[in-house]
């Protein structure tokens, strides 16, 4: 079994990075799944959730995507115009 001190940094980085690397796949593949349950460790840590249908999950991104539209309606009309090149300013 190796030492601690035999491996350099750049090691220690890439060994962290792919165990870091290996759970977030896992993590990705149990919450993009249809389960309603998901239990790892036997037990240790567990996760009960509802699980939207199509027609909800479709509903949802009709919502956020109005949303999304009307704040982008805000902005815009909170930009005020400034004076074209073809309006002249006053001159004082």
């Excluded at 759970?23 to 349950?37: D, M, P, V, Y």
Aim: glycine letters at 8%; proline letters at 2%; charged letters at 30%.
């Amino acid at each position: 079994m190796g030492k601690l001190a035999d491996f350099t940094i750049d090691q220690g980085a890439g060994s962290l990075a792919l165990v870091l690397g290996s759970i977030g796949g896992l993590c990705l593949i149990l919450f993009k799944s249809r389960c309603e349950t998901i239990t790892i460790c036997w037990g240790l840590w567990s996760c009960n959730r509802k699980v939207m249908t199509e027609e909800e999950l479709e509903k949802a991104e009709k919502a956020e995507k109005a949303e999304k539209d009307k704040k982008e309606a805000e902005k815009v009309s909170l930009v005020k115009p400034t004076t074209s090149a073809s309006e002249p300013e006053s001159a004082v």
